[in-house]
Nanobody, 114 residues
Framework: QVQVVESGGGLVQPGGSLRLSCAAS????????MSWYRQAPGKERELVAT????????NYADSVKGRFTISRDNAKNTVYLQMNSLKLEDTAVYYC???????WGQGTQVTVSS
């Protein structure tokens, strides 16, 4: 069955970096568009970044453009989110989403704090 497992979250100071990973299984990974979403306390879940199946096209929320990079390794069935220049407002639970299956991972906590 479809499964994704996020990892790489943690506590980081403002201006720091983290790389999130989402390991997928149970489906033909390279064929599917993948996204990262996030949800901060008391706020709705929001789309952060999306990458299409072959990885030639990406798009980002305005709030993360120029700071975050989504990528994928179809040989490893993994999608990544490189987060640089982190801000306090990036604090959230980050979720991996499989388009087509509408499947969510369990999330990984990212906390940006001094």
């Amino acid at each position: 069955q479809v499964q994704v497992v996020e990892s790489g979250g943690g506590l980081v100071q403002p201006g720091g970096s983290l790389r999130l990973s989402c390991a997928a299984s149970g489906f033909s990974f390279s064929r599917y568009t993948m996204s990262w979403y996030r949800q901060a306390p008391g706020k709705e879940r929001e789309l952060v970044a999306t990458i299409i199946g072959v990885g030639l096209s990406t798009n980002y929320a305005d709030s993360v453009k120029g700071r975050f990079t989504i990528s994928r390794d179809n040989a490893k069935n993994t999608v990544y989110l490189q987060m640089n220049s982190l801000k306090l407002e990036d604090t959230a639970v980050y979720y991996c989403f499989v388009h087509g299956y509408a499947y969510w991972g369990q999330g990984t906590q990212v906390t940006v704090s001094s």
